[in-house]
Protein backbone atom coordinates (compact mmCIF):
# COMPACT_ATOMS: atom_id res chain seq x y z
CA UNK A 1 0.00 0.00 0.00
CA UNK A 2 2.52 2.45 0.69
CA UNK A 3 6.38 2.26 0.83
CA UNK A 4 8.41 5.39 2.30
CA UNK A 5 12.28 5.11 1.52
CA UNK A 6 14.87 7.71 3.03
CA UNK A 7 18.44 8.24 4.05
CA UNK A 8 16.99 10.56 7.43
CA UNK A 9 14.40 9.70 10.34
CA UNK A 10 11.62 11.86 8.69
CA UNK A 11 9.84 12.18 6.00
CA UNK A 12 6.59 13.69 4.67
CA UNK A 13 5.80 16.53 7.65
CA UNK A 14 7.26 14.33 10.31
CA UNK A 15 6.40 10.73 9.76
CA UNK A 16 9.32 8.31 10.38
CA UNK A 17 10.98 6.37 8.58
CA UNK A 18 12.95 4.42 10.95
CA UNK A 19 13.31 4.92 14.53
CA UNK A 20 16.84 4.77 14.75
CA UNK A 21 17.71 6.46 11.44
CA UNK A 22 20.03 9.68 11.39
CA UNK A 23 20.95 11.72 7.96
CA UNK A 24 24.80 10.75 8.42
CA UNK A 25 24.61 6.75 9.78
CA UNK A 26 25.20 5.61 5.99
CA UNK A 27 21.76 3.38 5.64
CA UNK A 28 18.61 3.55 3.38
CA UNK A 29 15.84 3.25 5.11
CA UNK A 30 12.41 1.92 4.23
CA UNK A 31 9.29 -0.08 5.03
CA UNK A 32 6.27 -0.95 3.07
CA UNK A 33 2.70 -1.25 4.71
CA UNK A 34 1.61 -4.38 3.72
CA UNK A 35 -2.61 -3.94 5.04
CA UNK A 36 -5.30 -5.76 3.55
CA UNK A 37 -7.32 -2.58 3.42
CA UNK A 38 -6.87 0.77 3.48
CA UNK A 39 -8.79 1.83 6.79
CA UNK A 40 -5.73 -0.32 8.57
CA UNK A 41 -3.49 2.72 8.06
CA UNK A 42 -5.73 4.48 10.38
CA UNK A 43 -4.43 2.16 13.27
CA UNK A 44 -1.02 2.66 12.21
CA UNK A 45 -0.98 6.25 11.77
CA UNK A 46 0.12 7.03 15.77
CA UNK A 47 2.76 4.35 15.52
CA UNK A 48 3.90 5.64 12.37
CA UNK A 49 4.73 9.57 13.64
CA UNK A 50 6.37 8.00 17.23
CA UNK A 51 8.58 5.97 14.56
CA UNK A 52 7.65 2.27 16.15
CA UNK A 53 5.26 0.94 13.42
CA UNK A 54 7.98 -1.60 12.35
CA UNK A 55 7.21 -3.67 15.06
CA UNK A 56 3.77 -4.02 13.85
CA UNK A 57 2.80 -7.40 11.89
CA UNK A 58 1.70 -5.89 8.43
CA UNK A 59 4.79 -3.51 8.18
CA UNK A 60 8.11 -5.39 6.52
CA UNK A 61 11.31 -3.17 7.28
CA UNK A 62 14.42 -3.56 5.23
CA UNK A 63 17.77 -0.64 5.59
CA UNK A 64 20.92 -1.26 3.62
CA UNK A 65 24.36 0.72 3.36
Known amino acids: M ?9 YGGGMTV ?3 ATIDDGRLNLYSL ?4 W ?6 LPAMR ?12 LHAQ
Open 50 to 61: QGNHTSWPNVRA
Open 18 to 20: AED
Open 39 to 44: WEIIAL
Open 2 to 10: QIPIGNGRY
Open 34 to 37: ETKD
